[in-house]
C-alpha cells in the first residue's frame, strides 16, 4: 500500500510539460504517418497509369499505332485513376510500317497538382 501512495503523489507532483512532449510527439507522428499515406497513394496511382501505358503499348504493337477507340478508352482509364490534363502530343497516332518505332507518350496530372510523364517505346509488330 505504500508503493502505491507513493507513486500517486508523484503522479500529482508532475508538470503539464511532461504531458505536452508527448503530446507534440504524438502530433508529428500523426503528421508523418498521413504524408506517407499521401505519398504511397500518390505512387500506387503513377503504378495504375504505368500498367495501362504497357496495356495499350502491347496493342500499338499489333495494329503499329494508337487507334482513335484506344485512345479515347485509355483515356477514359487514365481519368477513372485520377489523371487530369491528360496530354498523349508525340505518341505515334498514324500506321507505321512493319518493324518500326513507335512511341506512346502520357503525360499529365496526378493528385490536381503533381505533373508526370510516361514514355513506352517498342517497334511495330503486325
Known amino acids: 500500500m505504500k508503493k502505491f501512495r507513493f507513486w500517486m503523489e508523484e503522479y500529482q507532483n508532475g508538470s503539464v510539460g511532461d504531458l505536452a512532449g508527448s503530446c507534440l510527439c504524438i ?3 500523426t503528421i508523418v504517418m498521413f504524408s506517407y ?3 504511397v497513394a500518390l505512387l500506387q496511382e503513377k503504378l495504375m497509369v504505368s500498367q495501362v501505358a504497357r496495356k495499350y503499348i502491347l496493342r500499338m504493337e499489333t495494329v503499329g499505332y494508337l487507334t482513335p477507340a484506344d485512345k479515347t478508352e485509355m483515356r477514359c482509364e487514365l ?3 485520377g ?3 491528360i496530354c498523349l502530343d508525340g505518341t ?3 500506321n507505321v510500317p512493319y518493324g518500326s518505332a513507335i512511341q506512346l507518350k502520357i503525360a499529365g496530372k496526378l493528385g490536381e497538382k503533381y505533373d508526370f510523364t510516361e514514355e513506352r517505346m517498342s517497334s511495330a509488330k503486325h
Open 27 to 29: 502530433l508529428g507522428m
Open 37 to 39: 499515406l499521401h505519398t
Open 79 to 81: 481519368e477513372n485513376i
Open 83 to 85: 489523371v487530369t490534363d
Open 92 to 94: 505515334t497516332m498514324a
